[in-house]
């Protein structure tokens, strides 16, 4: 095992709102899929694991592999401490000989939710309906979960895919749902806080392309529930639907009813969290409804409303695994925008008049070290609290 690369991770968030004392958790997720198409790729493994992230003080952050499956390559949910976590936050990426492989050091449960059709039964997942099976994936010997459209005009079954075990979720911790399909055609209809037969209602986006109005025959929009209509967007083929949303309390009180708090509304779903997704953004402030519910409802995709009068072909979706996790970042604060980069150097630059030194010593005790050509760093610092920063040392 050998340290080929270090590399830097970048994560820049264009309106970024810091995490309030509201938010409970130690720690932020992280979903990272497009790493593998930064000019460093080469250096990587396919699968991703031989790479491994730390925070700028070096503390090692947990992730999770997630393997890449058709045209969709292979991604990482990094678990950050908040105390790191910044507009322009920076990761530190380590990069070992592809020979190496690391295994995943962050486990599913807890605070990340995940179905695998791989490997789970989708009955302890999602609710049971007519139209859910399990099949064979002939992609990766393993399986998928088809959820069909099945009309009930009397509403007494489910047509959507419901999941079961997403409910629990603290508003306060916001969440993300990524969904990785083997095939999704057409429109989709998300709902991120859905109680089937109930009236919930959380984070709404829904694609229509109209053909079957026969009213509208050439309308194309998508439209979010809390945003009015977008640019058109269709999903095909195998695709990975990022689903963001928070739920930002900003006000509470009490009256006859009980307690009760207003929150502000953000969402936002894509095609991935690359800085070239193709994302779509919608959000309520000042709702003047009172929301008595404290946990998440479930997570509903809507195989309906497709583009063509053949159902055969597009009234289903086939999932592979979908992943639930709290993350205020990407949520409320935009698109992060994520780039990958060298290292910043690390140290201080020592001055006396013009001339910069390469070494400083504590007594007989060498603290920076930096090649004498070209001033990089070679690992001895100084303590945290001086670095990066250009001081003007007189001996």
């Known amino acids: 095992m050998t340290l080929q690369k270090k590399l830097q991770i970048n994560i820049v968030m264009s309106n970024y709102n810091q995490r309030s004392s509201s938010y409970s958790s130690s720690y932020d997720y992280i979903f990272l899929d497009n790493l593998a198409s930064s000019s460093y790729s080469n250096y990587f493994r ?32 990094a678990r950050v401490p908040v105390g790191q976590i910044s507009q322009t936050t920076k990761l530190l990426l380590d990069v070992y000989d592809t020979g190496t492989t690391f295994n995943s050091t962050l ?19 999602f609710m049971n309906y007519l139209g859910l099976s399990s099949n064979n994936d ?7 979960l088809r959820a069909r459209f099945v009309p009930n005009l009397e509403g007494t079954s489910p047509t959507d895919l419901f999941t ?3 409910s629990g979720q603290p508003l306060a911790n916001n969440r993300v749902v990524v969904a990785r399909f083997k095939y999704i055609n057409g429109n989709v209809f998300v ?50 639907l990022v689903l963001a ?30 800085n070239t997704s193709d994302y779509l953004e919608g959000f309520s402030r000042n709702n003047p409804t009172k929301i008595y519910q404290s946990n998440y409802a479930e997570i509903e995709v809507s195989p309906t409303l497709y583009a063509t009068t053949d159902f055969e072909d597009f009234n289903y979706v086939d999932l592979k695994w979908m992943m639930v996790f709290p993350s205020p970042l990407f949520a409320a604060n935009g698109i992060p925008q994520v780039t990958v980069t060298t290292r910043d150097k690390m140290g201080i630059r020592l001055y006396k008049g013009s001339h910069e030194y390469t070494k400083a010593y504590k007594g007989s005790t060498l603290m920076w070290n930096a090649d004498d050509s070209d001033m990089d760093d070679t690992g ?16």
């Not at 992609?139 to 998928?144: K, L, P, V």
């Not at 930002?248 to 690359?274: I, P």
């Not at 001895?380 to 001996?395: G, M, S, T």
């Open 191 to 240: 709902n991120d806080n859905a109680t089937y037969h109930g009236s919930t209602i959380g984070g709404i986006m829904m694609q229509i392309d109209g053909t079957l109005s026969p009213d509208e025959p050439n309308v194309k929009a998508t439209v979010n529930y809390w945003g009015g209509e977008k640019d058109y967007c269709m999903f095909t083929g195998a695709k990975t």
């Open 164 to 166: 079961t075990f997403a």
């Open 138 to 144: 002939s992609t990766d010997g393993g399986h998928f």
């Open 46 to 77: 396919s699968d991703l694991k031989n790479l491994k992230i730390k925070t700028t003080n070096g503390t090692e952050c947990q992730l999770l592999y997630l393997p890449a499956y058709g045209s969709q390559g292979a991604a990482i949910l």
């Open 380 to 395: 001895l610092h100084i303590p945290d609290k001086i670095i990066n920063h250009n001081w003007d040392w007189v001996f």
């Open 107 to 125: 486990s599913t449960g807890n605070e990340v939710l995940m179905f695998d059709a791989n490997s789970d039964t989708y009955s302890q997942f």
């Open 245 to 274: 949303s928070s739920f930002d309390a900003y006000n509470q009180g009490s009256d006859e009813e009980g307690n009760w708090k207003q929150y502000h509304f953000h969402d936002r779903v894509g095609t991935g969290t690359s």
